[in-house]
């Protein structure tokens, strides 16, 4: 096998498990196939850089990353390549100058870790600049199409379910409705997850529409039986009783979702009388430790990856199907959108136990 150098970057939110992947990378790479890594800092940004900003990675460099979260790269979930916002308020596409910075850096192939938006964004320069890609699916979301499995979920979904264990306690001595609001954007996984593993009474997702009248209608029910205290999970994009969103514009002109726990709060509170707190996991879930099976994941992907440039496949993302590593075309991957399946076996698993899902 000839000598290669390849380039790896990180893009979009960070999560738990991205060091694990670009660990897994520099062992395959440089250890199996003796080819040169060089970690591309700050996603796209460091390849529109002149010189292009990397670090050059070998197997010392990445010692202590398994356990490491966020990214030793750094990334970005911001700028849009094709139209990226200038000081001065308008948009230039910097597209050729990130290509330049690829082909100046002299890459055999780039490694992508992203969700679905990076992903998308990393192909359409792949295939106007001639990039080799390789794609490796991560979000918090679970949303990226094909894969089961993102890097970053399992440990995000252990944090919620670890802040809802917590939140039962305290619950339980003030006779409150506790309300957990979690991240995940237009999927719920992470609250169908959490609230399932957490013991939670009542899941609210965004794909399944609910009513006040079915989440008061619950924890009247536990009132009746002697449960003076209910836990609620809701994911961030859950719709208010009107059907939007709680959306927030930042001063970058950017949409946050979050604030429909509150919303919530006062509802339920209005309606049932209950007294109710809310707790906004936010950030932390993108934090910390990765669990084991995102070390897992990130590792069987890393190398699966580097295998795909050592056979010359481009264009392909490495997926989690059937607890097998898959390839697929990152086309497939970004055209179809993972939301939670309304006959999703643990959807019929919550109902199997009788927590309300709001329908
Ligand atoms: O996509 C990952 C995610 O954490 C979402 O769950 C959340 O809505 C968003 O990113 C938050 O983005 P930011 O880090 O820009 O606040």
Redesign the pocket.
């Given at each position: 096998m000839g000598q290669k150098r390849i380039g790896i970057l990180t893009s979009?939110?960070d999560?738990a498990g991205l060091n694990a992947v670009i660990r897994a990378v520099v062992h395959r790479a440089v250890g199996t196939y003796d080819w040169e890594v060089l970690g591309i800092c700050r996603s796209t940004l460091g390849l529109m850089s002149s010189p292009p900003e990397v670090i050059n990675l070998d197997i010392d460099k990445v010692d202590r990353l398994l356990t490491m979260g966020g990214t030793v790269l750094g990334t970005t979930?911001?700028g849009d390549p094709f139209a990226f916002p200038l000081e001065d308020g308008s948009l230039r596409d910097r597209s050729e100058e990130i290509i330049s910075g690829y082909h100046q850096l002299g890459l055999s192939a780039l490694i992508g870790i992203g969700?679905d938006g990076s992903l998308a964004l990393l192909r359409r320069l792949a295939n106007q600049g001639g990039i080799n890609l390789v794609g490796i699916p991560k979000?918090?979301?679970n949303d990226v199409g094909c894969t089961e499995r993102s890097i970053g979920f399992d440990t995000a979904v252990n944090i919620a379910t670890e802040a809802l264990d917590r939140l039962h306690f305290t619950a339980a001595s003030h006779s409150r409705v506790m309300i957990l609001e979690v991240?995940?954007?237009d999927a719920g996984h992470?609250a169908l997850n959490a609230g399932i593993a957490g013991g939670a009474d009542i899941i609210l997702i965004p794909e399944i529409p609910y009513t006040l009248e079915k989440v008061c209608d619950k924890i009247r029910d536990r009132q009746s039986k002697g449960k003076n205290f209910s836990i609620v999970i809701v994911s961030?994009a859950v719709c208010t009783l009107e059907g939007n969103p709680v959306k927030n514009m930042d001063r970058f002109g950017?949409c946050?979702?979050?604030g429909i726990g509150q919303y919530l709060a006062e509802q339920i509170s209005i309606s049932s009388g209950a007294e109710t707190r809310v707790t906004v996991l936010g950030?932390v879930?993108?934090g910390g430790i990765p669990s084991s099976l995102d070390r897992l994941l990130g590792t069987a992907f890393g190398v699966a990856a580097v295998d795909l440039i050592a056979d010359g496949k481009y264009d392909q993302v490495v997926t989690w199907q059937n607890r097998e590593v898959v390839s697929v075309p990152i086309a497939e991957a970004i055209g179809q959108y993972r939301a939670v399946d309304p006959n999703d076996t643990l959807v019929k698993t919550a109902r199997g136990l009788g927590i309300c899902l709001g329908d």
């Open positions: 979009g939110g999560c979930n911001k969700g979000t918090i979301d991240m995940g954007r992470i961030e950017e946050r979702l979050g950030h879930q993108r």
